[in-house]
């Protein structure tokens, strides 16, 4: 019978673990996936570091529950020490690996302690200001800081005379967690081709991050990255500008979208927008050839604006130090911005400038951005879309499904209701993107069920490494007016292939 218990235990153990509290959390309190914020771990650092104390604390909670469960449910079942942490280092595993969430999990270091803290609490007490002086002040590597403190354990273990089993079970947990980080340790190896900085990431990220980086990325507000997306990346934000009745704002810095989008639906004005000065560029390379020797700039298609212009008129003036390169991406909106973070991932990555602007291009080819319009009024008085005339006039009401290509706003089809529009494009995007090894973003201007909806029918699907649900920018609503909801993809290039292209 006690085999049978044991059995169980395991196997509820791993059930346990793969209940993801960092995911179930972040998805609660923003409705977003923390595997695609931060660092893209599901664990309660990132979560305080993306999301927020409050949450952080509560995955915390649940973490180190998780680890001591089956070691407190073995000892009161009178099960031997063995089988309790056997449960146990099934629930690290099923939370490095959750059966329910893809097998996308964190890397197990709270469920562990929890796990230790239920086995011996006296000593894992003492060994966490350890853990934590390595890990939040001197390297900010998880991996070094719990192999340093959990190999302390043992030696406390030792010391005050416990069984072997218990002595040992720090370095049982270590291995766990090794077996888990290594598979993603050398998948980050493979793809990129800086190495030294592969190894940088994972044994000292703080003093990876005291070097100077060599090349920034800049892209405008047109790219509609959310915030945390373009921190994590460090890419450099110039925003638009949006010329309104009533005065002129910054896009995404002095215009809130809700309220914008509920002018428009009920002042029905036209909007204009300009593209930033050459002014406002130069000011950006003169802040960033203070941490930087390169930059490279992605703008919108010069068809579309003026702005690929105007950051190249500023590298030509005098009081320019920086060395930049202007990239016209060809197409806009968040594919732009998929563009800008596969240009930030080679720059980090350590690859030259040649190596980044081959990135680039290779990049253009795999990304894109489709959307269907509420109403064309805006995209054609704004004068971008010229051939969508003759339905603004038209006693029928058609909802367009538009293609940004090469510079170009090109037209996909159209439906008498939105809903079939809607239908049409998903079936476009089903005969033209993979089903898995890409990212996804869903946007809309103020449409938001629309576009939940709409990402319900997409992970029906497709099976993104990332995505996310974003409102576009005011600038991009300007043009094609509130109600749009759309798509815009990155298909990823194999491993071998992005190793290539970094290299110098």
Request: with cysteine.
């Amino acid at each position: 019978m006690a085999h049978l218990y044991c059995t169980l235990l395991v196997i509820g153990g791993y059930l346990l673990g793969s209940a993801s509290s960092a995911i179930l959390i972040t998805r609660l309190w923003t409705g977003k996936d923390i595997r695609a914020l931060g660092n893209r771990n599901a664990g309660g650092a990132d979560v305080a570091r993306s999301v927020g104390l409050a949450p952080a604390a509560i995955v915390v909670f649940f973490d180190i529950s998780k680890g001591a469960l089956p070691i407190m449910i073995a000892h009161l079942l009178g099960l031997t020490e063995a089988c309790g942490i056997g449960g146990a280092v099934a629930a690290v595993l099923g939370h490095s690996y959750p059966l329910y969430f893809r097998f996308r999990g964190g890397q197990g270091l709270t469920v562990s302690l929890g796990a230790l803290l239920a086995l011996t609490p006296f000593e894992t007490l003492l060994i966490l200001p350890v853990l934590g002086m390595l890990y939040l002040v001197i390297t900010g590597s998880a991996v070094v800081s719990a192999a340093t403190a959990l190999l302390l354990l043992v030696g406390l273990n030792l010391w005050r005379g416990y069984p072997l089993i218990i002595v040992l079970s720090p370095l049982i947990f270590l291995g766990t967690m090794g077996l888990c980080i290594i598979p993603r340790a050398f998948s980050d190896w493979r793809e990129r081709a800086n190495k030294r900085s592969v190894v940088a990431q994972w044994l000292s990220p703080k003093m990876q991050r005291l070097e100077k980086p060599g090349i920034a990325v800049i892209t405008d507000s047109v790219a509609s990255l959310p915030a945390e997306w373009s921190t994590r990346e460090g890419i450099h934000i110039i925003p638009m500008t949006l010329i309104l009745p009533d005065g002129v704002y910054r896009d995404g810095v002095e215009v809130e979208p809700r309220q914008y989008y509920q002018r428009l639906r009920e002042e029905h004005f036209l909007p204009k927008t300009s593209a930033p000065s050459p002014g406002e560029f130069l000011s950006i390379y003169q802040q960033l050839a203070q941490t930087h020797r390169i930059g490279i700039v992605i703008t919108p298609p010069k068809e579309l604006t003026r702005t690929w212009e105007s950051a190249y008129l500023a590298t030509q003036m005098d009081s320019n130090p920086l060395q930049v390169e202007v990239v016209d991406s060809r197409t806009a909106g968040p594919a732009q911005g998929f563009i800008a973070v596969a240009a930030a991932r080679a720059a980090s990555s350590g690859a030259d400038m040649t190596a980044v602007l081959e990135s680039i291009r290779m990049t253009q080819k795999d990304v894109g951005f489709v959307g269907v319009l509420d109403t064309v009024k805006y995209l054609v008085e704004g004068g971008r879309g010229a051939e969508l005339h003759q339905w603004l006039d038209s006693a029928l009401r058609v909802y367009p499904i538009l293609y940004i290509h090469e510079g170009r706003i090109n037209l996909v089809g159209a439906a008498r209701t939105k809903s079939k529009a809607v239908e049409r494009m998903l079936h476009w995007l089903k005969g033209k993107l993979p089903a898995e090894s890409l990212s996804l973003a869903i946007v809309h201007t103020d449409a938001f069920q629309e576009a939940e909806d709409l990402k319900e029918k997409l992970m029906s699907h497709f099976r993104p490494d990332e995505h996310f649900v974003a409102e576009l920018t005011p600038v991009i609503g300007a043009h094609a007016g509130p109600g749009l909801v759309g798509v815009a993809w990155w298909i990823h290039p194999p491993p071998m292939q992005q190793e290539e292209n970094l290299k110098p």
